[in-house]
């Protein structure tokens, strides 16, 4: 009994491991293909080209540009000299005040001349003996009393006053110190009744109505320079206000050690906003006009190897796509100069050349794109 039971179960249980294993192959099999057709679909969305990134563009345009040249320099005075002594003396009477402006001739210092004076009268009074006496010789020479070697002698001695008056003229002149030319003076160096010797230091005086702006350039651009070629410059007691100038001269000698040129502008200055030893800022503007191509100033990014642009290329149609659009190139670029919003290229792309001019961020090379005339605010934001 026990034995017929246990030949009844064993063929129950290997029929139920047989229903078991045949649910889980069709449940695989089920599983396999619903997985097949997932595939099926991605792969039929994945052969469908993604919709073109919308973008604006501007052409590149032929131009001449005047080459600009950076450079720092100097104001110096038109004329500057600093005032001194050239006799020794007592300071009598000081006739200025400092930060005076004075006009030519003017006298600034005068020094005690008591000597000077006592020397200029002796020598007026010898003058007039010699003189005088001349004059009776002259008399006596005709009445024959005197001879020529002694009418002769007597004109010398009166030519030797008359130096003799001449010089004491000039060092009592030297005792009245007078401006050279018109201009500002500086701060007063002596004192009343100080004794100063030749040599002393009295005052500056500066011409500023008018400045002179030294600066150097390169050798590579003294082809670059012209009399009277504009310079523009800035100041640090002005942040963004422009001074202009205009080249005057420059040494036909390089610096042989710099390879330089030094250059001299003349600067009008009868506002007096600048003063001499002002440190400057310039911008030259050469003679030569190069020829570039201006494109937005917003068409210009960055990348690993410098500035680049974005170009639109058209690519070759094919069977599957009749009208393929525009794809993005990135062009490396020589910048020439930026100003008001637009940009001077060099090289790096052609005249025609279609550039996007926003929204670099997102993009990258082979992308296709279409050409709008803005791109959506949101869109942009989000770039």
Do not use: C
Not at 99 to 117: A, C, M, R, T, Y
Not at 238 to 250: I, Q
Not at 306 to 320: F, R
């Amino acid at each position: 009994m026990s034995q017929s039971n246990s030949a009844t179960k064993k063929p129950r249980l290997l029929l139920r491991i047989f229903i078991v294993l045949l649910l889980i192959a069709a449940m695989t099999g089920a599983l396999g293909y619903k997985k097949y057709l997932q595939i099926q679909v991605l792969s039929a969305q994945g052969s469908v080209a993604p919709p073109p990134i919308s973008v604006t563009v501007a052409d590149a345009r032929q131009a001449l540009w005047n080459k600009q040249i950076k450079a720092i320099g100097t104001l110096i005075a038109f004329q500057g000299v600093d005032i001194s002594a050239e006799v020794s003396g007592i300071v009598q009477s000081i006739n200025f005040e400092s930060g005076q402006e004075v006009k030519k001739g003017q006298l600034l210092v005068k020094l005690d001349n008591q000597s000077e004076i006592a020397s200029l009268e002796s020598a007026k009074a010898q003058y007039d003996v010699d003189h005088n006496r001349y004059q009776r010789f002259i008399q006596l020479k005709d009445e024959n009393f005197v001879t020529g070697n002694v009418l002769d002698e007597q004109i010398s001695l009166v030519d030797i006053s008359k130096s003799k008056i001449s010089i004491a003229r000039a060092a009592l002149a030297k005792k009245s110190i007078s401006a050279p030319f018109p201009g500002k003076l500086g701060i007063r160096e002596i004192d009343l009744g100080e004794y100063i010797a030749p040599g002393t230091a009295i005052v500056t005086l500066q011409s500023v109505d008018r400045l002179l702006l030294d600066f150097t350039l390169p050798e590579s651009n003294f082809r670059d320079l012209a009399v009277g070629q504009l310079v523009s410059f800035e100041v640090r007691s002005y942040p963004g206000r422009n001074f202009s100038g205009k080249v005057t001269a420059w040494d036909p000698i390089l610096d042989e050690n710099t390879r330089n040129v030094r250059i001299r502008a003349e600067v009008d200055n009868k506002e007096r906003f600048l003063a001499p030893g002002m440190f400057t800022e310039i911008l030259v503007e050469g003679t030569q006009k190069i020829p570039v191509l201006t494109v937005p100033e917003t068409s210009i990014f960055y990348n690993i190897y410098g500035e680049a642009v974005y170009v639109l290329e058209t690519p070759e149609a094919t069977e599957t796509d009749p009208n393929p659009g525009y794809i993005l190139a990135a062009r490396q670029i020589d910048v020439a100069y930026r100003t008001n919003g637009s940009a001077g290229i060099r090289s790096g792309i052609k005249a025609g050349d279609l550039v996007v001019t926003a929204g670099q961020i997102k993009l990258y090379p082979s992308l296709r794109v279409a050409i709008v005339d803005d791109v959506p605010e949101l869109e942009q934001s989000s770039q």
